[in-house]
C-alpha cells in the first residue's frame, strides 16, 4: 500500500515545472489565480496543512501559528529570508522552518549593479525620453551621469549576495569597503580587495555608493536611521535591493527632496506593495530608481527557488533534517 502523500498548501502561483513537479510528490494544493492569501486564509492553511509553502508576501506570525493543526510540521519558504515568519514561534510549537539560500545570489547581485548603474548615469530617466518624444540631439551639458569608476562602494551585509556584488563592482573599477557583523575571511577579503569598517557610522560617512544586502531582522530595522543617513555625503547614492524595512523611508525621501542626497536605486519597500507616496512623486521627478521587488525574478532563479523548496519538503517528509533549516539563532 503507498504512503499517503502530505497535504502542500502552497499560497502563490509558482512556476509551472515546480508546481508540476510538487504534484507528482505531493497533495499539492495549488494557488493556479496567484490571488494573495488574506490572514484568515492563512489562518485555515496552517490548520489543515502538512507543510505550508509560503512566500515573502505572506506573514506567518505568532498568531498565524498559533491556530496551526497539530499536523503542520514544516513551513518551507519560498525565499531565501524568512522575516515573514515568526521563526521562534514556528520552533516552540515543534514546526520546521526552512529557506532558499544561494540560488538567487546572482540575480540580485545582477540587479544592484544595474540599479547603481541606473541612478549614476541616469538611465532610468533616459529611457524615457525618446518614447515620449523630447530629444531634441546630442548636447554636451544635457542628462549628464556620475562616473562610477574610481569611487568608494559601501556594502552593508558581505554575505553571499555581497560578496557577489563585490566581484561585479571590482569588475567596474569601484573600491570595495564592507560592514558586516563579524568580519569575513582574510582570505575573502584579500580575494575581493575589500577593505572592512568595524564602524557602520565612519563607512558611511565616506562612501560614494552604499548598498544595502543585509538581511532584515530585529537588529537590522532601521539599520540606516534618520541619524545614519544624514551621516552621507550629499553626492553619495544610496541602493537596497535587500528589505525595505533596513531603511528609514521617510527619513531617506525626505533628503532626497532637500537635495541632501545625489540618488537612491529602491528594489525593496517598508510597506509594499503600498509605496511611500514621497518615494514615488521624487520617482516621477527622476531622484529616485524604484522597482518592484525584481531581485531574483528570473526564470532559472524562481525555478531553482522551487527546486530547493522540493528538496526540503522531501527530505524531512523522508525522515532527515531538510538542507536549508532555518534556527532562532541564526537570525
Request: hydrophobic content about 45%; glycine content about 6%.
Amino acid at each position: 500500500m503507498s504512503k499517503k502523500k502530505p497535504l502542500v498548501v502552497v499560497t502563490r502561483k509558482l512556476p509551472a515545472v515546480v508546481e508540476t513537479r510538487m504534484r507528482e510528490l505531493f497533495d499539492a494544493r495549488l494557488n493556479i489565480d496567484d490571488k494573495p492569501m488574506s490572514q484568515a486564509a492563512l489562518i485555515e492553511a496552517v490548520k489543515t496543512a502538512d507543510v505550508l509553502v509560503p512566500t515573502v508576501t505572506d506573514r506567518i506570525d505568532a498568531t498565524t501559528i498559533a491556530e496551526a493543526g497539530e499536523q503542520l510540521k514544516l513551513i518551507a519558504n519560498f525565499g531565501n529570508g524568512v522575516d515573514n515568519i515568526d521563526v521562534a514561534s514556528a520552533v516552540q510549537r515543534g514546526i520546521t522552518v526552512t529557506n532558499t539560500p544561494g540560488v538567487l545570489t546572482d540575480d540580485t547581485a545582477d540587479m544592484t549593479m544595474a540599479l547603481i548603474l541606473a541612478v549614476a548615469r541616469r538611465i532610468a530617466e533616459g529611457s524615457r525620453v525618446i518614447p515620449e518624444d523630447e530629444w531634441a540631439g546630442w548636447s554636451p551639458t544635457w542628462m549628464l551621469g556620475r562616473r562610477i569608476t574610481g569611487k568608494r562602494l559601501g556594502i552593508v551585509g558581505m554575505g553571499r549576495i555581497g560578496q557577489a556584488l563585490a566581484k561585479r563592482a571590482a569588475a567596474f573599477g569601484l573600491s570595495i569597503h564592507y560592514h558586516n557583523r563579524r568580519r569575513v575571511d582574510a582570505r575573502i577579503e584579500e580575494k575581493l580587495g575589500a577593505t572592512y569598517w568595524d564602524s557602520l557610522d565612519q563607512m558611511l560617512a565616506r562612501m560614494d555608493i552604499v548598498s544595502v544586502n543585509c538581511p532584515h531582522t530585529p537588529a537590522t530595522y532601521h539599520l540606516l536611521s534618520a541619524r545614519r543617513l544624514k551621516l552621507m555625503k550629499p553626492d553619495a547614492i544610496l541602493v537596497n535591493t535587500a528589505r525595505g524595512e533596513i531603511v528609514d523611508e521617510t527619513a531617506l525621501a525626505r533628503m532626497l527632496e532637500a537635495g541632501e542626497l545625489a540618488g537612491a536605486g529602491l528594489d525593496v519597500f517598508e510597506q509594499e506593495p503600498a509605496i511611500n507616496p514621497r518615494l514615488l512623486r521624487l520617482a516621477r521627478q527622476h531622484k529616485v530608481v524604484v522597482l518592484p521587488h525584481l531581485g531574483s525574478a528570473t526564470h532559472e532563479g524562481r525555478a531553482e527557488m522551487g527546486e530547493k523548496v522540493i528538496v526540503n519538503i522531501k527530505t524531512f517528509m523522508d525522515g532527515h533534517k531538510p538542507p536549508d533549516r532555518v534556527l532562532p539563532s541564526m537570525l
